[in-house]
């Protein structure tokens, strides 16, 4: 079961990542068709023993290979979400985004299909949280505090899984940097520093933060 | 044959009774005639809607709006069409491809009944308005309102218990919309005489061109 699951991620997020950077080069779609899959599976491996540990706290009772397979499954989930609107995203990205324009438009266009991806992602993962939630309601005894431990995981998730996104970049692809795997820089920064300082003043300002 | 034994797929019993009337859909041993019917209703609707949207220019224009409309709708609703599966299985559905395709058209056509029945009211702005930023938000609101009663009747259909949660449904039906918002600026001009240069052609999208035309920039 769990190796199905897996196998659903990989594919549908390396599916969803050749969407995410189609329209910077064929290059980078497969680039980041490769990197996608990298990112969803390494951040459930790295967050897996802290979900066993707080599974443990909140008196769930999970063994850590229970705790893997839901999380899993609730990957899955969000990975079929990912899927099914892998056509809508790229239908967007083909008739919204630029193919040339200034600086600013481009970063303007870039801009706003990373909030796209950023929303879609997340609401994604949000549904794969919501369906584990109702898994493990039924699988938890009722002295277990259910509520707490899936808000524990989802945070851990979001932000590893934000920051492993960060250290893979580029993943859409700035449009006035060229194309490659990893950035010479990747370990420079974090997510959150890049969100409030040049994702969201670039919406604000229509792409006049450099 | 009694009329209680055959079952009534029209406008009036889609409009009264949109639970009743996914319920007839998904237990009909017929079910291709009423899924026709249903999607000639989305897209006659989406047509008269269209020609209203169009008058604000001339008879050309609304006539070019009226197949804009038309295609706007079918290619949307297909293009999201697998995302509605996914949406809908994942929320518990257990409706086979093609039923979950009628319930996805007694939304469509509810919609489409909605804007043609409110397509008098944006005719009657059109041609007596000059501000295209008006005709742009009053064309919204009332695809909105034919929207929430698309949702409206989804909601129905789980009363019914033709689902068990319309949860995906609606997650779909906002993509849908989305799609189509998308579509219509993609085929724009909607709102300018043919062939004219009013608006710009490049790619864009929707939010951005709608915030240009509202505020006229």
Redesign the interface.
């Known amino acids: 079961m769990m190796k199905r699951d897996v196998l659903i991620v990989v594919l549908s997020t390396a599916a969803y990542g050749a969407v995410l950077a189609a329209w910077r080069s064929p290059l980078m779609a497969a680039y980041v068709a490769v990197k996608l899959p990298v990112v969803f599976v390494a951040t459930t491996l790295v967050v897996s023993a802290f979900c066993w540990a707080a599974g443990l706290l909140c008196r769930a009772g999970l063994r850590y290979c229970e705790v893997l397979g839901a999380v899993f499954s609730a990957m899955a ?1 969000a990975g ?2 990912l ?3 892998s ?2 995203v790229l ?2 990205v083909f ?5 040339a ?1 200034t600086r600013e438009e481009m970063r ?2 870039h801009a ?1 299909m990373m909030m796209v991806h950023i929303l879609v992602l997340a609401c994604a993962g949000a ?1 794969g949280n919501l ?1 584990l939630c109702r898994a493990l309601r039924r699988r938890v005894p009722p002295a277990c505090r259910l509520a707490p431990m899936v808000a524990l995981w989802i945070a851990s998730f979001a932000v590893v899984g934000c920051q492993l996104g960060w250290i893979m970049r580029p993943l859409v692809g700035s449009p006035n940097i060229a194309v490659e795997f990893l950035r010479s820089d990747a370990l420079d920064s974090n997510f959150l520093e890049s969100l409030f300082r040049q994702i969201i003043p670039n919406i604000i300002s229509k792409g006049a933060v450099p | 044959m009694s009329q209680s034994q055959s079952p009534r797929f029209n406008v009036s019993s889609l409009l009264s009774d949109p639970g009743g009337f996914a319920a007839r859909l998904r237990d009909s041993e017929r079910f291709a005639l009423p899924a026709v019917f249903l999607a000639l209703v989305s897209l006659v609707g989406a047509a008269v809607f269209g020609f209203a949207v169009g008058s604000f220019v001339d008879l050309q224009v609304a006539f070019a709006d009226s197949a804009k409309m038309v295609g706007v709708v079918a290619f949307s609703f297909a ?2 069409y ?2 509605m ?3 809908a299985s ?1 929320s518990g559905s257990t409706l086979s491809p093609a039923r979950l395709l009628g319930l996805g058209l007694v939304a469509t056509a509810t919609l489409g009944c909605i804007l043609a029945a409110l397509a008098p009211v944006l005719w009657l702005f059109s041609v007596s308005t000059e501000t295209v930023g008006f005709i742009v938000v009053f064309a919204a609101l009332l695809a909105g309102i034919g929207a929430f009663f698309a949702i409206s009747a989804l909601a129905r259909a789980r009363q019914s218990g033709v689902v068990a949660s319309t949860a995906g449904l609606s997650a779909w039906f906002i ?1 849908f919309v ?2 189509a918002l ?2 219509v ?2 085929v724009r001009p909607m709102l300018a005489p043919l062939g004219s240069s009013r608006d710009p052609s ?5 939010l ?1 061109h709608f915030a240009r035309v509202v505020t006229n920039e």
């Not at chain 1, 008739?95 to 193919?99: C, E, R």
């Open positions: 989930v079929s979400i899927l099914a609107l056509p809508v239908y967007f008739s919204g985004a630029p193919d324009g303007f266009a706003t549904t369906v | 293009l999201t697998p995302t599966y996914v949406f994942i993509v989305v799609v998308q579509t600026t993609l490049g790619k864009c999208f929707f951005g």
